[in-house]
C-alpha cells in the first residue's frame, strides 16, 4: 500500500471516530441532558448535621436512670478561615489548649469546606460563654451544643440498661438496611441495645448550596433533629440503690419482683460496671473492664445459670403431692446418710423423723431424695417446666438464657447415658444437671405468694408514653397445684422464717413476716453457691426477692443479704 493511500486509510478512521464521537455527545445533550443538569444540582447541594438528643430511660417514679446533658464543642468554619493561626491564639488561652493541639485536631477534622470542624469538644460552659463573645472578633469560629449521653447514678441499673459505643462491622452488616451508618453510636447490652431503634434520634441539619470549590453560596433550609422516644421501666430506683449497696463488693445477683403483676422492681448484678466510661472513652477505666475476669459484662440476674440447690425443693414437693407420692403425713427418718449402691447421699444434719412441712423448714436432703426417687426423673422434669423452669421468662432485655433442666431422654441423647435413680436424687434438691437464673427462681416463688399464677416478669412500662405491651398481654399459666397443696406448701415456707430451727430464721426479726427457701448449691471447682427467696408481707405478699451470691458459701450468707435488703425497704417506708 502506497504512503497517499495509507494516508487516506488513517483519515477515514479518524474522521469516522469523530463522527461517532460527536453522534454520542449529541446524544446525550438532547436525550439525558436534564438528567445530568439534575444530578450538578443535587451533587451541589449539601447537609450540614445537626444531633438529636437520644431518648431517656426512666425509673416507674419518673426517675431519670439514662438521659442526656448538654456538651460544647468549639467550631471552626474552614472556609471562612483565612487566618487560621491568629484564630487559634486567640481561642487558645481562653480553652487552655495549645495552639499546637489546637491546630492538630483542625487538620484531623476537615472533611469539606463548607463542614465546621471541631477543633475542642466537651468545653465548660463558662468556656462556651467566652468564645461566643469572641464571635465578633474572630469570623469563622462557633460554640455547637451537643446532647451527650449521661448515667445520673453512675452504676445503678448498668446491667439492665447497657452502654453505647461505636458502632462494631457485625452490628452495622446487621443494622444499615435501618439507616445506620459506620459513624454512628449504638446501644450494647441491656435496654440501650434491646431498643436502640426507639432511643436513638433522627439527624437533623442545614441545607447549603455549594460551588465548585465547596464554599457555602447559600443556605436552602433547615430540618430540625427528632429526639429519641423516652422509655419508662418498671425499675424503683429506691429499691434498686438499696439491692445494690446491700450486693456491693460480692458477686452475685438479686431480683424484686411484684408477684401481682409481674413489674421487676428491681434487677441487680455484681460486679457492676460504670456506663459513662464509655462515654467518656476512659481508657484506664475501660481497660480494667476488659480485662476483668469476674464476668463484669454479664447480667448474672438473666444470663447466669446456676446449681439452684434446696430453693428447686418447692418444686419436688408439688411434684410429690399432686402425683399422690407423698402426703402430708408421709414420714421419713433422717440419719444424716442415703446409701445407693456405692454411692452415699448426704444431709447436713440428723433431723430424726421428717414430716413434709418439717422437711422444708429445716431443708432436710434425706426427706427430698426419698421422695423424689418415688417421683422419678420425667415428672420432676415436667412439673419444673410448669413452674417456669428450662426456658427464658421473655423480659425484654438481651442475652436471657433458658436453663437447662435434665431428663431420662435428654441424657441418653447428650451423654449417651441411662437414668439412675442417683440422678432423680441430685435433682430432687436442685443439683446434678440443673441450670437456673435468679429470675427464674423468683418468678416460681411468685407462684406461692399470688395463689398460684405463674406470672410473665416484663421491665419496660411504656416507649414514648405508649404500652408496648397493650393488647398482646401475655396471660399468667396457672401452676399445677391445688388450693390445698398450694396453702400447705406456703405455710411451709413460712416455718422456714418462723421455727427457731428454720434455715431463713435469721428473718424473722424483721419488722415484716417473710416466707422463703434457702439454698446451698454445689458448685464446681469452689465454694457452694448462697440462695434465699422468699416473698413477704406473708399475708398481702408485695414483693418477691431472690437473692444469689456466686461462691457465697450457704444459704445462710443469702438470706443475710436478703434481711439487709427488706430492712432497707423497711426503714424507707417502701413496705
Not at 50 to 78: E, F, H, K
Not at 163 to 176: A, T, V
Request: overall charge positive; proline content about 6%.
Amino acid at each position: 500500500m502506497s504512503d497517499v493511500k495509507r494516508f487516506t486509510f488513517l483519515r477515514g478512521v479518524f474522521f469516522c471516530g469523530f463522527a461517532v464521537l460527536l453522534f454520542f455527545l449529541a446524544g446525550m445533550q438532547l436525550f439525558r441532558g436534564s438528567r445530568f443538569i439534575e444530578l450538578s444540582r443535587k451533587n451541589c447541594i449539601k447537609l450540614i448535621p445537626q444531633p438529636g438528643a437520644r431518648g431517656s430511660i426512666l425509673d416507674r417514679n419518673g426517675t431519670v436512670l439514662a438521659g442526656n446533658v448538654l456538651s460544647y464543642d468549639v467550631m471552626v468554619l474552614p472556609q471562612k478561615n483565612t487566618q487560621l493561626e491568629n484564630v487559634l491564639r486567640r481561642i487558645s488561652p481562653v480553652l487552655h489548649i495549645s495552639v499546637k493541639e489546637l491546630r492538630s485536631s483542625f487538620n484531623k477534622g476537615v472533611v469539606a469546606p463548607f463542614i465546621p470542624v471541631a477543633v475542642c469538644r466537651g468545653i465548660t460552659l463558662r468556656q462556651a460563654i467566652a468564645v461566643e463573645e469572641l464571635k465578633t472578633e474572630i469570623p469563622g469560629v462557633m460554640v455547637q451544643p451537643r446532647p451527650v449521653r449521661s448515667y445520673p447514678g453512675g452504676k445503678l441499673a448498668a446491667h439492665v440498661l447497657g452502654y453505647l459505643n461505636n458502632i462494631d462491622h457485625w452490628r452495622l452488616s446487621k443494622l444499615e438496611e435501618y439507616g445506620y451508618t459506620e459513624r454512628d453510636t449504638v446501644g450494647y447490652s441491656g435496654l440501650e441495645e434491646k431498643y436502640d431503634y426507639y432511643l436513638r434520634p433522627l439527624e437533623g441539619g442545614v441545607s447549603v448550596e455549594v460551588d465548585h470549590r465547596g464554599r457555602v453560596v447559600r443556605v436552602l433550609g433547615f430540618k430540625p433533629p427528632e429526639n429519641g422516644r423516652d422509655i419508662q421501666v418498671t425499675l424503683d430506683a429506691g429499691i434498686q440503690r438499696i439491692v445494690e449497696e446491700a450486693l456491693a463488693g460480692r458477686k452475685g445477683a438479686v431480683v424484686v419482683l411484684d408477684p401481682q403483676s409481674g413489674e421487676i422492681l428491681a434487677m441487680a448484678s455484681s460486679p457492676a460496671f460504670a456506663p459513662e466510661s464509655f462515654i467518656a472513652e476512659d481508657k484506664e477505666a475501660l481497660r480494667s473492664l476488659l480485662q476483668d475476669k469476674d464476668g463484669v459484662f454479664v447480667n448474672r440476674s438473666i444470663s447466669g445459670v446456676y446449681a439452684p440447690g434446696s430453693v428447686f425443693k418447692p418444686v419436688t414437693a408439688a411434684a410429690a403431692l399432686e402425683t399422690g407420692k407423698a402426703d402430708y403425713s408421709t414420714v421419713i427418718e433422717c440419719k444424716g446418710s442415703l446409701k445407693l449402691g456405692k454411692e452415699e447421699f448426704n444431709c447436713s444434719s440428723v433431723h430424726g423423723p421428717q414430716d413434709l412441712e418439717h422437711a422444708i423448714a429445716h431443708s432436710c436432703n434425706i426427706y427430698f431424695y426419698n421422695i423424689g426417687i418415688l417421683v422419678g426423673g420425667q415428672i420432676m422434669h415436667d412439673y419444673a417446666l410448669k413452674f417456669g423452669y428450662g426456658r427464658p421468662c421473655g423480659v425484654e432485655l438481651p442475652y436471657e438464657a433458658a436453663g437447662l433442666v435434665p431428663e431420662p431422654l435428654w441424657k441418653r441423647i447428650y451423654k449417651l447415658k441411662r437414668w439412675f435413680e442417683g440422678d432423680s436424687v441430685n435433682l430432687s434438691i436442685g443439683q446434678g444437671d440443673l441450670l437456673v437464673t435468679p429470675l427464674q427462681v423468683a418468678r416460681m416463688m411468685a407462684v406461692f405468694a399470688n395463689g398460684g399464677e405463674l406470672v410473665n416478669p416484663y421491665i419496660v412500662k411504656n416507649i414514648g408514653g405508649v404500652d408496648p405491651r397493650s393488647g398482646r398481654h401475655r396471660r399468667p399459666a396457672r401452676a399445677p397445684l391445688s388450693s390445698g397443696h398450694l396453702a400447705y406448701l406456703r405455710e411451709s415456707l413460712r416455718m422456714v422464717v418462723e421455727e427457731n430451727s428454720g434455715t431463713a430464721h435469721v428473718l424473722s426479726s424483721l419488722p415484716v413476716s417473710v416466707a422463703g427457701k434457702t439454698g446451698t448449691a454445689q458448685a464446681p471447682g469452689g465454694r457452694c453457691h448462697a440462695w434465699f427467696c422468699g416473698f413477704f408481707p406473708y399475708d398481702n405478699p408485695r414483693y418477691v426477692i431472690c437473692s444469689f451470691l456466686e461462691n457465697g458459701g450457704s444459704g445462710y450468707q443469702a438470706s443475710l443479704m436478703s434481711k439487709e435488703i427488706i430492712a432497707g425497704m423497711a426503714g424507707k417506708g417502701m413496705i
